[in-house]
């Protein structure tokens, strides 16, 4: 059973286009989150949502944006791609961790290349 | 913001041996948790131990929780060619968002 989803699963994109990455989830969970993970390396965590609060990460570049229409959906624009920017981009969701020490469920990933 | 870093980076063994991952952190903690991901993958819970627990058990895993050298570790006993992949530990300060390190990387060879 798909809990988190996430399309497309690779996306090919070119130098200074913006693209748009999906994520949505059956969990009916209240916070999501992107994380951009570069080979061999820790997950990054880009930015998160406790249900509609949006909460950047200090060192997050500009060029990444988020949107989290409803519950169910949040989607990942970068707006000018880098060479840079080339990764895997991982969207999770969690129950309210203020709340808990609740787990993480992961989707399986969209791997970006920037040609 | 709080930060597990692995050790070693990479292990390889044969099935049937006992892979032991090890994590250290910085500051305290609420709770640590490790994960594994599968090659090109998300990564997916194993286990969480919170900071009045020093040992948890699921099947084949065994977490262990020092806090005194802010240090744990993750024992696969019995392992097998599917244990195969990378393992992050996740520790959650007072940030809330548990951050990961850069993970160790476990080959299994049948």
């Known amino acids: ?115 | 913001s709080q930060q597990g870093e692995e050790d070693p980076q990479a292990l390889s063994i044969q099935e049937g041996e006992n892979a032991t991952m090890n994590c250290s952190y910085k500051t305290s903690i609420n709770n640590l948790q490790w994960y594994r991901q599968n090659s090109g993958r998300g990564l997916v819970h194993l286990i969480l131990i919170r900071s009045n627990e020093r040992e948890k058990h699921s099947g084949r895993l065994r977490v262990t929780l020092d806090t005194s050298k802010k240090s744990s570790s993750l024992l696969i006993t019995a392992s097998r060619a599917a244990d195969t992949a990378s393992y992050f530990c996740a520790a959650r300060g007072g940030s809330y968002i548990p951050t990961f390190g850069r993970g160790t990387s476990l080959i299994v060879h049948p």
């Open chain 1, 1 to 115: 059973d798909a809990m988190v989803i996430q399309n497309p699963r690779y996306q090919v994109t070119q130098f200074g286009k913006p693209v748009t990455l999906s994520c949505s989830q059956t969990l009916n969970h209240n916070v999501m989150y992107w994380y951009q993970q570069k080979s061999s390396q820790a997950p990054k965590l880009l930015f998160h949502y406790y249900d509609k609060d949006f909460n950047n990460e200090a060192d997050t570049p500009d060029n990444f944006q988020s949107r989290r229409p409803n519950t169910s959906f949040c989607f990942l624009d970068i707006r000018s791609p880098g060479l840079g920017d080339a990764a895997m981009y991982l969207c999770a969701t969690s129950r309210d961790i203020r709340q808990g020490p609740y787990e993480q469920y992961f989707g399986p990933g969209t791997r970006l290349t920037v040609t």
